[in-house]
């Protein structure tokens, strides 16, 4: 299938949306309420586009794509559109830009900036709803909400949680669990699903707070160190800080989603309570020792132990949370260099 | 797992045995969720009535340990009603004549007795089974931490062979692996029995092989001991050093008085860890190590898939890369090794002397891992293994297995079950998620009963009470839930205290020396 968009011939294949024959083409379409994998919604209609032949603008997100549309998302009937929603969110909205946590990636301040939107135009009411910062994870400040409801949707179609959902009507809108409990007496399982998909700064990380600006961090792919699914993380890391923890939007196997351990159980590698010092222990407590005193201590006690009992008297366990390479090494150094099979781990648990 | 978590979301039909998945594995329930609200089928086989039951078509809430008795029985029903994949098993597999001479000991109405669930449901599930396929088989440690483990593995396998749900996708035998590199230090040889690549330490050939790769004139022939074993040789110094890697045994093992006798008696114990743990401080020498983020590397996850692990961070203070350790005492055992890095150990070693692993390289890993077998560069990685019925030995083996009660059962001075497992907030002994926060979700152990159990002993929630084995006792709160059924007491050992494992029985499955952490018989007493 061909559809032209803003001049240029762009391939599609049916059953995709403008949106996606657009992305595909390298051109942007900005989205507030459109996820990936779920059925569009149309609600937010940020992501309109002119279609010749149509009288209406039409949103890019729910629009199939036909052989032969012809598309512009650059025109200024398609700007002005998007301006007036953006100047309507905005209205309504704390701009707090230079505080928030979601500056710099933010959906809604990189509209207002490529739209010239200043707020200015319009003052509208704004929230006074109370900030929830009960719990060690995810802050929720409504004020911000732009009422999206891709949290409402991630919770209950891809986590299958249902903990949040939208009550009232009009201007009072609003997202809350069940009875506006707090998360933690909720049925909420702290995925933290919500806060990635939130496209504002209403939801955010509690633990980033004040680490850095997404600007600032590097991005860096890795792998879950809990269960054995095996979750591909997105660590967003500043200098030698994890700010904060994402999932890779299209990773295998997790395709964008963690569960709460995934996500924000990350920063005990920065407890102070570590191990930092080789530790010898001598009348029945420890002392720091240098590494070549432990090394040479270990070897020397395991050559006396070979000569005196053979190799079979040395016994280890490797370990299941370590990465391949090191277990690897571990059953090198018992069969190759100390002469035994008796190199196991807890396979079982 | 024969196959991978990215088959759930299209999969047809569930049947998850032993698996908490939505706490244990969170991630991979949801995709089940997914496939559910497009219509897939899910059979729960769980004595308790956990979040996953909840979402059941049918939940069969069979006793502690039943297990093998309920799968036979099902399978009964399903050959007597001439519900089996007979093409299937005709082509494919082998020994069907025994095993169902087996099976036919296990009439509807045996299995229903011993396990608790009415032959009628039993009947349901056989049908439903027969008409959606394929199915997905998901188990964890619910099959695994049994004395008969071994045998419930293969009474699972035995199942997908009789409705031919091998060889495809969103079918298979899919164990979901605890922790996050079981796969790979399985994978890797950290066993008594196997190099790298599971090839066996009692064939000269590969000892060979390997000998000459690591250069040395000769590798030990016979298998070693496993880890229970290891501990039991403490206390008599047939094992004078002990070396435990990362896991903290003390809180981990069954039993853990038993534990720390065995532990205290090493002659020489060197522990290496992130953290002072219970374990390190029976040690004589401990290794401070780098974590997760502190340096490269590759997990293998359930599904066989090689992932890249990075290092974002410097370790802290002193402490060092595992393998680097490993390294430097050999070189003062007089062996020096080349690989100088992670990459340089997968790359240079790894791969080359594990065929299944011989594709996979860093360079081909930057993003998503790859799934072995994938022996060749071009090799584009293994989702489900079998592929069309064609089994590593030919055809595929039914084993026909005999149910056996847990080793310790309830009698007058212990009538009630006691289970373990893991829950949502915590992980293992929590050196991890005690240290992130996770305990503003859950702050203490509790012991799980059931409400008609509470109400004739007079405990009420939250009270605390005591919980005693014929190892030792714990006081922990009550939690009366209605996920567990009357008679069994469910806890898990994320707390030291109250830890369910003062209380388990260090008893194990002969073959795989797993302990049955599911099954030991306690006494609820209020204080
Ligand atoms: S954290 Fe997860 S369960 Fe809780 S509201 Fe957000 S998406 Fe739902
Ligand atoms: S909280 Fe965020 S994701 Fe949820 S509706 Fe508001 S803006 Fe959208
Ligand atoms: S994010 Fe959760 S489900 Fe995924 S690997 Fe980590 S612990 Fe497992
Ligand atoms: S993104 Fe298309 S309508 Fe919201």
Known sequence: MKITINGKSCEGVEGQTVLEVARAGGFNIPTLCHLADLTPTGACRICVVEVDGMRNLVAACSTPAAEGMVIRTDSERVLSARRFIVELLVSCHPLDCMTCEKTGDCTLQNLAYELGVTGSRMEGDRYDYPVDSSNPFIVRDYNKCILCLKCVRVCNEIQGIEAIKTTQRGFDTKVATAYDNTLQDSTCVFCGQCVQACPVGALTEKKAKGLGRAWETRKVRTTCPYCGVGCQQELHVKGEQIVKVMAVEDGSPNKGRLCVKGRFGYDFIYSDERLTTPLIKENGSFREASWDEALDLVANKFKQIIAESGPDAIAGVSCARSINEDSYQMQKLFRAVIGTNNIDHCART | ?527
Not at chain 2, 37 to 42: D, E, S, V
Not at chain 2, 214 to 239: F, T, Y
Request: glycine share 6%; proline share 6%; charged share 25%.
């Open chain 2, 1 to 527: 797992m024969t196959n991978s978590f990215g088959e759930f979301a299209d999969a047809k039909m569930f049947l998850c045995i032993g698996t908490n998945m939505t706490e244990a594995h969170p991630v991979a329930a949801t995709f089940l969720k997914n496939a559910l609200r497009k219509g897939a089928k899910l059979v729960v086989v769980d004595p308790r009535r956990q979040p996953l039951a909840k979402l059941a078509d049918i939940h069969c809430q069979i006793n502690v340990g039943s297990d093998i008795a309920f799968l036979n029985g099902l399978m009964n029903v399903i050959i007597t009603e001439n519900l089996y994949d007979k093409e299937f098993v005709a082509n494919r597999c082998d020994n069907f004549e025994a095993f169902k001479t087996k099976i036919m000991e296990y009439p509807v109405e045996r299995a229903a007795e011993i396990s608790g669930v009415k032959p009628e449901t039993i009947r349901e599930v056989a049908r439903l089974l027969s008409t959606v396929k394929p199915a997905m088989l998901c188990y964890t440690l619910g099959i695994t931490e049994h004395t008969t483990g071994k045998d419930n593995v293969m009474s699972t396998a035995n199942l997908q062979l009789l409705l031919g749900n091998m060889g495809m996708p969103s079918a298979g035998v899919n164990p979901l692996r605890g922790q996050n590199n079981v796969q790979g230090a399985c994978d890797m040889g950290a066993l008594p029995n196997v190099f790298p690549g599971y090839q066996k330490v009692i064939d000269p050939a590969m000892r060979e092989k390997f000998a000459r790769a690591w250069n040395v004139e000769k590798l030990p022939e016979n298998n070693g001991m496993m880890m229970p074993h290891m501990m039991e040789a403490l206390p008599d110094r047939k094992i004078r050093a002990f070396y435990i890697f990362g896991e903290n045994l003390a809180n981990t093992e069954p039993d853990i008085h038993k534990v720390e006798r065995e532990l205290a008696s090493a002659e020489f114990l060197v522990c290496q860890d992130i953290f002072p743990t219970e374990t390190t401080r029976f040690a004589h020498v401990v290794f401070p190590a780098a974590s997760w983020s502190e340096d490269d590397g590759t997990f293998s996850s359930s599904e066989r898939r090689v992932n890249r692990v990075r290092k974002v961070k410097t370790p802290p203070g002193e402490a060092k890369p595992n393998w680097w350790i490993f390294k430097e005492i050999a070189k003062r055992m007089g062996h020096t090794w080349e690989s100088n890095s992670s990459q340089e150990i997968w790359d240079n070693e790894v791969s080359v002397l594990a065929p299944a692993l011989g594709g996979i390289k860093y360079s081909r890993i930057e993003e998503d891992g790859l799934q072995w077998p994938c022996p060749t560069l071009e090799h584009p990685g293994t989702a489900f293994l079998h592929r069309d019925g064609m089994f590593t030995h030919g055809k595929g083996v039914f084993n026909p297995v005999d149910w056996k009660a847990p080793a310790e059962i309830p009698d007058r001075e212990y009538p009630f079950v006691l289970s373990t497992g893991r829950r949502l907030y915590q992980y293992h002994t929590r050196t991890q998620t005690g240290r992130s926060g996770m305990n503003f979700l859950m702050s203490e152990e509790t012991a799980d009963i059931s409400p008609a159990d509470a109400q004739k002993l007079g405990i009420q929630q939250d009270e605390r009470i005591k919980v005693r084995s014929r190892r030792g006792e714990v006081e922990v709160r009550a939690r009366v839930t209605e996920q567990v059924p009357p008679g069994m007491v469910w806890m898990s050992f994320h707390f030291r205290e109250g830890s369910a494992n003062w209380l388990t029985n260090a008893v194990y499955d002969p073959a795989t020396m797993t302990a049955e952490y599911k099954a030991c018989a306690v006494n609820l007493e209020r204080l």
